[in-house]
């Protein structure tokens, strides 16, 4: 790996939004985007060290804009296909994503990724 660079850290925002039924359905961008400022506000929980967030959004959430801290990605297509893109282009480094998502989990798996579910960024 290299230990240069910081642990990238790829969230799957509609896995981590959806994990709470917080009313998110009737304001998706809304919901991408109050996720994306706790990122930023409180990096991801139980990380030491420097991290790069990416936060893909799809759908909906397309066009939240990126902030200092957090790089937002909006998925042209298919916001799993997306983050399996990311993950490829991050050969050799440490990467982190963020779902619950077990098809996902499975494919980034096998791309050397670690895996943590959503509770790791939203209690």
Do not use: C, F, K
Request: hydrophobic share 45%; net charge negative.
């Amino acid at each position: 790996m290299n230990d240069h660079l910081p642990l990238l850290v790829v969230v799957d925002a509609a896995n981590v939004v959806g994990s709470v039924p917080d009313g998110w359905w009737r304001d998706r961008r809304g919901a991408a985007e109050r996720l994306r400022d706790r990122l930023a506000a409180d990096g991801v929980p139980g990380v030491a060290g420097p991290v790069e967030v990416v936060l893909v959004v799809e759908g909906a959430a397309r066009g939240v804009e990126s902030v200092p801290g957090v790089r937002v990605e909006s998925a042209p297509n298919s916001g799993d296909d997306h983050m399996v893109d990311v993950v490829a282009r991050a050969a050799g480094r440490s990467v982190l994503v963020v779902t619950a998502d077990r098809e996902l989990r499975r494919r980034v798996g096998e791309l050397g990724a670690e895996v943590a579910g959503p509770r790791t960024v939203r209690p």
